[in-house]
């Protein structure tokens, strides 16, 4: 018996990784270590992530213009990552590396289709040519003569296997309408070409190959919705010519009346086999989903319907699939038992308690399928009652106090209630501080609202997810969608108050957060109730009043330093906002928010290629309030801000950074820009030149410290000191 277990976001996919054929990602590999994988965007990115903790732990990009076109793999040997951009350039670098301009370069004389890693083969590569190299003797003479073996054919699908201590690579190619298979054993550099037997009407879509007992068995999913075995034995004769290989029908996708149209599959045991396709009924629209089908009994074991559409793409590792659904990257684990005819049908008695999970998934914490498992509890409870059970003693058993219930089975009972009854059950249901694994109870009652938000569009329990976020301790990854309905809202306080809180957020909300704060109006957010902790001690909050109380320049920078660009230790008195007469550039609700922004956790790796997406207006206009602060910074000399949450010099000044790398070149061809940046470097450079002469007096300050101690404690001395 196979069954679908939960399932969870990965990561989200770029503009490139959408549904469809065309899109999704290059590949997705296996990486150094368990539980890593290795994606490859169809662009310039590659990214490690851990699959158990749903985080990345590296992101390489090529440089604009180029493109990576063949998937970056893992030399299991060396832990080094490898890929080919732009056909003919090979990358290599290992987990501390960051510019990929700096690793290893070499570039091929012919163009490469794919590199294959074997975890104890090394790395194999193979030309669009046929041509097949180990990865060793590639870079002993990287312009070394490459071979054309397959003239005009079209390399559609390689795969490398181990049989034994040897590396054996088969791929598949295609010519005018006719389909090849050739099987190259390196070590013995021995090449056999097979022609397939052709099925009329329909064509070979994908392919899967497994090898054992020195007999290579290659599967086929044609386009006539069935999947084909194929036969090809490693001790072959490699004197004679094209042969002609034979196939067996294996699966006929196809259930009470249902046709599975697939579009990928893979192998899971010598029994079972996952397909990712549209299943279509007469007469029906089709559906896609993930289906399990068990090869030995003909039967479907189980299927998942995926409504926001895939990329006809389908990966399996650890037990686990890995597919595109909509703009997201999803997990499903499954498991497979030993195939029995009693399981196969579905009457396998087990008498056994399901197996949980020991696999920590906070995203299906209150998603449907916890429902539905309940649900599944409930009616097994039920069945183990015999049959002769009276209905009194059944709907003494359905009565149980709802103090006596668990959190899924009050969600279940909660499903379809009123909005009134929903929202005061599920606040009696988190007032309940002793019940145990709070927190995932917290995260279920959120799931719940958020699933009932996207059923409902008109509702949205606004103060009651404020409520509970700003009361408990929760996590992003423990409510991820939560962030997500916020931003289809518009809800910044609800955002803000999720900045704040939330330590793991991940870089791609962060982005999406602040493109939200910069593009919203001034009016419509004063009509918003934000927090304005954060701001309200150093910008005038009537907003309209362009005076406020005035400040003196305390750190070595005023008005005439950057107009006359001079040094200058006068102090000056200013009555705007700061003290070269500039008001702040945008209004106190949207700088509180820009605050949360600021003070939220990232990796400038991360983050990066989010924030070269920034439109160039919102751009200039967060680089103007960052320059803003960094001048509200250097006023004082303490060099930090007033009031609650503010931001300190040091997170200013790092996204100032992020942000100029990010948009570098745009803010140099922008004329609004250049008088910001004049500004800026003229600023920069004042404080430069105040803390050099702090350090000229630091010597002189040390040195009087020192003869203050050499001297008679009962006797003192005042000493002017004048700093000309």
């Known amino acids: 018996m196979a069954a679908l277990c939960e399932s969870f976001t990965l990561c989200g996919l770029g503009p490139s990784g959408g549904v469809g054929l065309g899109g999704g990602l290059l590949a997705l590999e296996p990486g150094p270590d368990p539980d890593h994988v290795l994606l490859t965007d169809r662009g310039r990115t590659a990214t490690l992530f851990k699959v158990s903790d749903q985080k990345p732990l590296g992101c390489w990009s090529v440089k604009h213009g180029q493109i990576i076109t063949c998937p970056v793999v893992c030399n299991f040997e060396t832990h080094e990552y490898i890929a080919v951009h732009d056909d003919k350039v090979l990358r290599i670098w290992k987990n501390k590396d960051i510019n990929l301009d700096k690793v290893f370069k070499a570039t091929l004389s012919a163009d490469v289709y794919r ?225 029995s005819l009693a399981a196969a049908v579905g ?17 299906t914490l209150g998603d449907e399928e916890l429902v539905v498992s309940f649900q599944s509890q409930q009616s097994v409870a039920l069945k183990s009652e015999s049959k002769m059970t009276l209905r009194s003693k059944r709907n003494t058993v359905a009565k149980v106090q709802p103090d006596t219930l668990s959190v899924g089975q009050r969600l279940l009972n909660l499903k379809d209630a009123s909005t009134t009854v929903l929202e005061d059950e599920l606040r009696q249901l988190i007032s309940k501080a002793q019940m145990p694994d709070l927190q995932a109870s917290i995260g279920c009652v959120i799931t719940a609202l958020i699933n009932r938000c996207k059923t409902d569009p008109k509702y949205y329990p606004r103060n009651f997810l404020l409520q509970i976020v700003q009361t408990r301790d929760l996590s992003y990854s423990l409510c991820p969608d939560l962030m997500a309905v ?65 400040e003196i320049v305390e750190n070595g920078f005023n008005a005439e330093l950057e107009q006359e660009d001079i040094w200058d230790t006068k102090i000056a008195k200013e009555t705007h906002v700061t003290a070269d007469g500039e008001l702040c550039p945008v209004g106190p609700q949207k700088a509180a928010l820009l605050n949360a922004v600021l003070h939220s956790a990232y990796s400038e790796t991360f983050l990066l290629p989010h924030l070269k997406n920034l439109p160039a207006q919102h751009a200039v206009l967060f680089l103007r309030y960052l320059y803003y602060l960094y001048v509200k910074c250097s006023e004082k000399i303490n060099t930090t801000l007033p009031g609650i949450r503010s931001p300190t010099v040091s997170q200013i000044m790092d996204w100032m950074c992020l942000l100029l790398d990010a948009h570098f070149t745009v803010m140099v061809m922008l004329p609004e820009a250049k008088e910001l940046l004049s500004k800026l470097h003229k600023f920069v450079r004042a404080q430069v030149r105040f803390y050099s002469e702090l350090n000229k007096i630091e010597g002189s300050l040390r040195e009087l410290q020192r003869l203050n101690h050499q001297k008679d404690s009962q006797t003192y001395s005042i000493e002017v000191l004048e700093l000309i």
């Open 115 to 339: 590199i294959h890693s074997l975890p104890n083969g090394g790395p194999v590569v193979l030309f669009k040519g046929g041509d097949v190299r180990t990865l060793d003797v590639l870079l002993e003479a990287p312009q070394q003569e490459i071979e054309n073996i397959i003239s005009d054919e079209v390399i559609k699908w390689s795969e490398a296997l181990m049989e034994g201590q040897q590396p054996v690579l088969i791929f598949a190619t295609e010519k005018d309408g006719d389909f090849f298979v050739y099987v190259q054993k390196l070590k013995m550099n021995r090449l056999c070409k097979y022609k397939l037997e052709q099925q009329e009407l329909s064509k070979p879509l994908s392919f899967t190959a497994y090898i054992k007992n020195q007999i290579i068995t290659l599967l086929c999913l044609y386009s006539n919705d069935s999947v084909y075995k194929v036969l090809i034995p490693l001790q072959q004769n490699s004197e004679k010519e094209e042969q002609i290989l034979s196939k067996s029908l294996l699966l006929k996708l196809s259930v009470s009346g249902s046709v599975l149209k697939g579009t990928s599959f893979v192998v899971l045991d010598r029994d079972h086999i996952a397909v990712l396709g549209s299943l279509a009924a007469s007469g029906e629209d089709s559906k896609e989903c993930l289906t399990i089908w068990n090869t030995k009994f003909q039967t479907l074991q189980t299927s998942k319907e995926l409504p926001l559409g895939t990329s006809g793409q389908l990966w399996c590792y650890e037990g686990k699939f890995f597919f595109t659904h909509g703009k997201v990257l999803t997990v499903i684990m499954y498991k497979c038992e030993t195939s």
């Open 347 to 363: 009457k396998l008695k087990d008498s056994q308690t399901p197996d949980v999970s020991s696999f920590v998934n906070w995203t």
């Open 486 to 550: 916020a931003l289809e809202k518009k809800d910044v306080h609800l955002l803000q108050i999720c900045l704040q809180r939330f330590p793991d957020i991940p870089e791609e909300i962060t982005y999406a957060c602040l493109k939200v704060f910069l593009s919203i109006s001034e009016s419509y957010l004063q009509r918003i109730d934000v927090n304005l902790e954060s701001v309200i001690c150093y910008i005038d909050i009537e907003f309209n009043n362009k005076e406020v109380k005035t």
